[in-house]
């Protein structure tokens, strides 16, 4: 059987791709168990610093595989609430708990829970001609996967409901504009590219690195003086790291710091 994410660990970047592109890599089943399988293998492996998530063909994930849920086809209304319950849900904490950093590149495009997975993501890059469709509301769902949370958090609720009652598609290079991903790419770079950023942020310190994402992600729920403490915390954790006794050595050697994730 095809594997639905391809895994390969390189350079400390395990990189994990969504592969059912005959479907534009929408998500069936065995896809979000593998992908799982990925991200849980990311928090355990010490060999794994950063992740690259990316799709295989001309598409990033257009979300759930509406073949796979064919209303016509089924006796009883269905749950969908356990399916995000089982499925998206535990994709999306995992991403976020993981203190290593997630790079995506959405390669093509990126639709309903596909595009969201990608908004969880640390670093999101994407190809100049990948659009994010909020496509929920014309099969009369709900956004999901975070979406309602990362759309209003990143942009406001003026863009996020437009984009998510239209669905209207929004280019890279717009998503780009509006701080929604970090950048956009010429196709045939956006591969080298992200590679190279995942590459480079796994030779870095993990520990401050995972650190880092944690502290920025609790931020939107925490008061200042919360979050001081939160970042006194961290401080002395990363502070206790080799990594950091390495980055102070190198600093005043005046030479590259060599991180060992420790
Ligand atoms: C697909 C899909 C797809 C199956 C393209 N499924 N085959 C959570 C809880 C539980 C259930 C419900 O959902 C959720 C979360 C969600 O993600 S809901 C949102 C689900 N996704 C969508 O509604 C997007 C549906 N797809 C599209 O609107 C378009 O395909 C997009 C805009 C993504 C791309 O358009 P095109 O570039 O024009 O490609 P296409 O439509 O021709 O698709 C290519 C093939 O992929 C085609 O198959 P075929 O055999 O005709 O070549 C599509 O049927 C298939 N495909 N999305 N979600």
Redesign the pocket.
């Known amino acids: 059987m095809t594997e639905t994410v391809l895994t390969a660990l390189a350079d400390g970047v395990l990189v994990l791709t969504l592969n059912r592109p ?3 890599n ?2 069936n089943v065995d896809m979000h168990l593998a992908l799982h399988a990925g991200l849980k293998r990311a928090h355990d492996d010490a060999a794994v610093r950063a992740v690259l998530l990316t799709g295989a063909g001309r ?1 990033f994930c ?6 796979d ?1 064919d209303p016509s086809k089924a006796t009883e209304a ?1 749950d ?1 609430g356990q ?2 319950e089982n499925y ?1 849900n535990p994709t999306i904490r995992l991403i976020r708990a993981l203190e290593k950093p997630v790079v995506c590149a959405v390669n093509g ?1 990126a ?4 595009a969201n997975i990608a908004l969880a993501c640390d670093i999101v890059l994407a190809a100049q001609s990948a659009k994010f ?1 909020q ?2 509301s ?2 009369g ?1 709900v956004p ?2 975070g979406g309602s949370w990362s759309l209003s958090r990143i942009l406001g609720e003026p863009r996020a409901k437009a984009l998510a009652l239209t669905a209207e ?1 929004l280019p890279a290079a717009k998503a780009a504009d509006w701080g929604l991903i970090w950048k956009a790419v010429e196709d045939a770079q956006l591969m080298d590219e992200a590679m190279a950023l995942a590459k480079a942020l796994a030779a870095g310190p993990t520990l401050g690195l995972g650190l880092t994402k944690q502290l920025i992600q609790a931020a939107a729920d925490n008061s200042l003086d919360r979050q001081l403490d939160l970042e006194r915390d961290g401080q002395r954790r990363a502070g206790r790291s080799a990594d950091y006794a390495e980055g102070v050595s190198a600093f005043l050697q005046k030479r590259k710091p060599e991180f060992r994730g420790q």
């Open positions: 005959e479907k534009l929408a998500f598409g257009a979300g759930q595989d509406l073949g849920r269905p969908l399916t995000l998206y495009v639709a309903g829970a596909g469709v496509a929920f014309k099969i769902l999901d996967a598609p």
